[in-house]
């Protein structure tokens, strides 16, 4: 019998009113989730996640939602 496992979607959502680009979240991330696009966060690695929250503690405006965190 095969086995699967299934991991819930993890959700990122950064408040672009709030991120002021300081990357710590591009510095901190050991999966390589974040990319600074114009100055701002973005999220396009997603999948990657290990869900460790070390992004949303890095972040120095609160600027992260993680769906697990
Ligand atoms: S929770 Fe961890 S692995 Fe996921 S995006 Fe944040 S720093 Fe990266």
Do not use: F, Q, W
Request: glycine share 4%; net charge negative; with cysteine.
């Amino acid at each position: 019998m095969a086995v699967k496992t299934y991991r819930a979607a993890v959700t990122i959502k950064i408040d672009h009113d709030e991120c002021i680009g300081a990357g710590e979240c591009v510095n901190v991330c050991p999966s390589d989730v974040y990319e600074l696009v114009n100055g701002k966060s973005t999220a396009p690695r997603v999948e990657d996640c290990v869900e460790c929250c070390a992004c949303v503690e890095a972040c120095p405006t609160k600027a992260i939602e993680h769906s697990s965190c």
